[in-house]
């Protein structure tokens, strides 16, 4: 019997990791037809309504310190994670955006040795030197147009904005249920998007295109609302080091479903590039969960 949760916790957590990669991609395809903040509000908007059922079936209750670590967690997991990474990805490839946010471990070690949460260590300086190395292999910085530039600096702070996002909700997941805790924060974070929209709002809901329809419902259900539930439930079968390697097939998907659904060219540098900055993600998250 555990054999076959372990099978079954491994699978949902290989679906979440290749839902998350096509992810990145409609992302981008989305970004002909939409702004990253209709995007953003779309997708939050659909899975908060499937959040709903959920959060009253497991009913919990929250102290006003607590509301106020789930507005923050919207703030930066929703807010500021979907704005960034979408504008940034507006200037860079799916694959190019999906390889620069996989550092997202690397700034939750940082900001976990900054707050006393973790003892420095030189693997971690050895994973951010051949991911940086990564960085500079893929994106070529001496090459790149302003444009360019700007845009891949917002996809880093968005895998900052996610590593905050990590940090803080760390102590709130601790009490409470983590699809609980999504479902609030998913709703939360719908709210401040709201404002972001102006008067843009309308647009959403006059959308014709058959294919951005199925991209924003895939955003909304497999992306946030399924993926989420898929990774929790695998979670509790499967290892943390086993489960922290399904993601690091993410940027691979988004790069491989980039070229075949809209046409990305991958070459070499961003499959090298791309392949150390995973390696030193890799490196620092096996060495710190053996």
Not at 17 to 26: D, E, K, M, R
Request: net charge positive; no cysteine; hydrophobic share 55%.
């Amino acid at each position: 019997m555990k054999w076959n949760n372990g099978i079954r916790g491994y699978i949902e957590l290989l679906v979440t990791s290749v839902i998350w990669g096509i992810t990145y991609v409609l992302m981008k395809f989305s970004l002909s037809y939409l702004d990253p903040q209709q995007i953003a509000f779309s997708r939050f908007l659909i899975s908060s309504i499937l959040f709903v059922p959920i959060l009253i079936m497991i009913k919990e209750r929250y102290s006003r310190k607590e509301i106020m670590q789930l507005v923050f967690l919207a703030i930066s997991g929703v807010l500021l994670y979907q704005l960034l990474f979408i504008y940034g990805e507006k200037g860079l490839s799916a694959g190019n955006a999906s390889f620069i946010v996989s550092l997202e471990p690397i700034f939750i070690a940082i900001l976990s040795i900054a707050l006393g949460q973790e003892r420095f260590s030189m693997i971690l300086v050895l994973s951010l030197a051949v991911s940086t190395l990564g960085l500079g292999i893929l994106v070529q910085p001496t090459e790149m147009k302003e444009a360019e530039l700007v845009s891949m600096i917002l996809v880093v702070l968005s895998a900052l904005s996610w590593a905050v996002y990590t940090i803080l909700g760390k102590d709130l997941l601790k009490r409470h249920n983590a699809l609980n805790v999504t479902g609030f924060v998913s709703l939360f974070g719908l709210l401040l998007l709201f404002p972001f929209l102006g008067g843009s709002s309308a647009a959403i809901f006059r959308i014709h295109s058959t294919d951005l329809i199925i991209s924003i419902l895939f955003l909304g259900i497999l992306a946030t609302f399924v993926g989420y539930i898929l990774w929790f439930d695998g979670l509790k079968y499967v290892r943390p080091t086993v489960a922290g390697t399904t993601l690091y097939i993410t940027p691979f998907i988004t790069a491989a479903f980039a070229a075949i659904l809209i046409g990305e060219p991958m070459n070499l540098s961003m499959l090298v590039g791309g392949s150390l900055i995973v390696l030193g993600v890799a490196v620092y998250g096996i060495k710190r969960k053996s």
